[in-house]
């Protein structure tokens, strides 16, 4: 898998109503160090949530109709802003806690071994 390919699978995680930095896509994707690659990338794609990526702290970093077009897209998705930056502690996505409370959710559905199930004797 490419850096551009595993850029863009990370990007596509984030789900409507959250947003992300540029330099947490980059670490989620394996690539710590390399948030302009993010944006370059950004700029060659197609068919991405675009709005959803902006800079750290929650800044637009899009200038003129562009970001007034990532707010309002970004407004329409439920994401509330502070003066000029969304509010990140109610909308940043976490990307390890999602892996980690799937796999919480998976050992709730899945039964324990036989050896650490409780009998009625023991």
């Known amino acids: ?7 863009l699978a990370t990007i596509r995680k984030i789900p409507r109503g959250k947003v992300s930095t540029y330099g947490a896509i980059a670490r989620a994707a394996g690539y710590p160090g390399v948030a ?10 197609f068919d991405v949530p675009w709005q959803r990526i902006l ?12 970001a007034l077009e ?12 502070r003066g000029r930056r ?3 502690k109610r909308h940043e996505f976490n990307f390890v806690g ?11 559905t899945t039964r324990p071994p036989a050896s650490k199930r409780r009998t009625a004797n023991g």
């Open 1 to 7: 898998m490419t850096m551009d390919s595993r850029i």
């Open 36 to 45: 302009r690659q993010v944006v370059a990338v950004l700029r060659r794609s």
């Open 55 to 66: 800079g750290a702290g929650g800044e637009i970093k899009l200038r003129g109709d562009s």
């Open 86 to 88: 969304v509010d990140m």
């Open 98 to 108: 999602s892996k980690r409370k799937a796999k919480q959710d998976q050992k709730r």
């Open 70 to 81: 990532q707010r309002l897209r970004l407004e329409s998705e439920g994401v509330t802003f």
